[in-house]
């Protein structure tokens, strides 16, 4: 049995992930659009690399569902239907209602919100939504994106469930794609972005599960009416 390099399976590895980040960005930027089309051959020549780790990081994003594979014409970006947000909400505030539950019933890993631990976890969270917002207010999508998903991947980590975490990152990724492909029909985006990040993360410090409940109602309703209007054109 021939012997394979450690080293070599790294680098690949984490070529692979390098060039599925690259694409998720530019799908996410709105750069590659709704059913367009590409190769492997077209990738790999598009970032001077070979074949494999491209192929190996367009069928993860398949996986992810942000890519469509087509055996004879190569991939192309998944466009997301007005009833696919619909159910991405709801598989999201599935999920966030049962991390509300783990900490109305206290099963987090801490009990003490004071536990500087806990303390500099949910100060780093805080600092990612003041970021979120900024970006938000400012109508400058592309860098919401980047804090809203690191906000959110944070925060769920702070409730102890790591496939809990996972999912809800891919998701939001999901939605985010999703609500993408319409947004970038506006030309100016300020005042038409959900910035209550900080607002959020307080009340869930608190313990406050009620208020943190009301604003995610009031995030999501805002949202799928959102996405609603700019479907209808």
């Not at 014409?73 to 598989?91: I, K, L, N, P, Q």
């Amino acid at each position: 049995m021939p012997r394979s390099s450690g080293n070599g399976a790294v680098t690949r590895s984490t070529l692979r992930q390098q060039i599925a980040d690259a694409l998720r960005d530019e799908v996410l930027a709105g750069r590659l659009q709704p059913g367009q089309e590409f190769t492997v051959k077209e990738i790999a020549e598009q970032y001077g690399v070979s074949a494999t780790p491209v192929r190996e990081a367009l069928v993860d994003l398949s996986a992810q569902g942000l890519l469509e594979a087509d055996q004879h014409r190569g991939f192309r970006v998944h466009e997301y239907s007005v009833e696919d947000f619909r159910d991405m909400m709801e598989a999201r505030a599935l999920i966030i209602e049962g991390m509300f539950l783990a900490l109305d019933e206290g099963r987090q890993r801490s009990e003490n919100p004071e536990d500087p631990r806990i303390a500099a976890a949910v100060a780093g969270v805080r600092r990612r939504g003041e970021e979120a917002q900024r970006a938000a207010t400012a109508g400058d999508l592309t860098v919401l994106i980047g804090y809203d998903l690191r906000f959110w991947r944070e925060l769920s980590a702070l409730f102890g469930n790591p496939y809990l975490a996972d999912f809800l990152h891919r998701l939001r990724v999901q939605s985010w794609v999703c609500l993408v492909q319409h947004l970038r029909r506006l030309s100016e985006l300020r005042g038409h972005l959900w910035s209550g990040h900080t607002e959020l993360v307080d009340a869930l410090y608190r313990r406050d599960t009620a208020t943190a409940r009301s604003i995610l109602d009031a995030y999501n309703a805002h949202s799928i009416a959102l996405i609603e209007r700019l479907a209808a054109g």
